[in-house]
């Protein structure tokens, strides 16, 4: 009985009842027997090839991973695989084992409790998940997967903290973690959702050059970003708007630059810097436009103003 359903026998009882009142529920035995199937059954069993004999797999069982049937159960038995088990609610660690079976249930009513549960991992152990798509069935990782993500972590330059529990990390060097796996992956199509939420500056320069040399050697990068102007160093941009594509096409072009400003109700503007695109927002830009002598800081000597030309046609200059 699916202890899901704590009254279940009442709804049985309940549809029962309700049954009783049909055609189907008014027949008796005779009547019912006419839909009865008889199916043969093979006179010679086929015997099972223990394809899995000397393997040991790890059953995930809890309230967060309960459907497991017996029947499956038996026929890893029969192929030769040892089973043991563990519940990951109950932060017990993976057995030692060739692999983990993670049946069905209801891991999202306990997302919380696993997530405070299973924050050992290792950084190395989650950019290596990345190379499970590569893996054979009950392979273990082999020195193309561990080179793979060294390459990886070496690229985010997450290689000095592999050693260290996914727990440990804040919540910046986590998001430097996701495309570490992501990289693992070797796809030559990524998509990436919001990976510069949490990274101050520098990081976010650093993912942009580790974006531009993906691209430079063949890969397509599809990122989900709030942060406008770094979106403008994209080679094509698309503008969502509620719930629909407002504007697509080349980040260079003006209408790409109208398209933004339209999409955020022209609070914002595109302005030139350099040879780059910026989004500020509107009132900051007529500020910006309005004034010539933006910032004046004080050095240990003398005094420095950075004068911004006011069409924004060329580099700030400081006196």
């Not at 009547?31 to 790890?58: I, K, M, N």
């Not at 069982?61 to 459907?67: G, K, S, V, Y």
């Not at 993912?207 to 094509?236: C, D, P, Y």
């Amino acid at each position: 009985m699916a202890t899901e359903l704590p009254d279940a026998l009442d709804r049985l009882d309940a549809a029962a009842d309700a049954l009783l009142d049909t055609p189907l529920g008014q027949m008796d035995v005779a009547a019912l027997a006419r839909w009865s199937v008889h199916f043969e059954t093979p006179e010679v069993e086929v015997p099972v090839v223990p394809l899995l004999a000397g393997q040991t797999v790890a059953v995930a069982r809890d309230a967060a991973f309960c459907f497991i049937y017996a029947a499956n159960l038996d026929t890893l038995c029969a192929l030769g695989a040892g089973l043991v088990f563990f519940s990951p609610l109950a932060g017990e660690p993976v057995p030692v084992c060739d692999a983990v079976w993670l049946p069905g249930g209801y891991p999202e009513l306990h997302a919380q409790t696993l997530s405070a549960c299973h924050d050992d991992l290792t950084v190395y152990d989650v950019a290596l998940l990345g190379r499970l798509p590569h893996q054979a069935w009950l392979a273990p990782p082999s020195p193309a997967d561990h080179a793979t993500v060294e390459r990886a972590l070496c690229q985010t330059q997450a290689r000095d903290w592999q050693c260290r529990p996914l727990g440990a990390l804040s919540g910046g060097e986590r998001q430097r973690l996701r495309p570490a796996r992501l990289l693992a992956v070797e796809a030559d199509e990524m998509l990436m959702d919001e990976p510069l939420a949490n990274l101050d500056p520098p990081h976010q320069a650093d993912w942009i050059a580790l974006v531009r040399s993906l691209v430079a050697h063949g890969k397509t990068v599809v990122s989900v970003l709030h942060e406008i102007t770094l979106a403008l160093m994209a080679n094509e941009v698309g503008v969502m708007q509620q719930d629909r594509i407002a504007h697509a096409g080349p980040t260079h072009q003006s209408a790409a630059h109208r398209g933004l400003e339209a999409a955020f109700e022209h609070r914002i503007e595109v302005h030139p810097l350099r040879q780059q695109r910026v989004a500020l927002p509107r009132s900051l830009s007529d500020l910006l436009v309005f004034s010539t002598a933006l910032l004046t800081t004080h050095p240990t000597q003398g005094v420095t103003t950075c004068t911004l030309n006011p069409d924004w046609s060329t580099p700030p200059r400081f006196s």
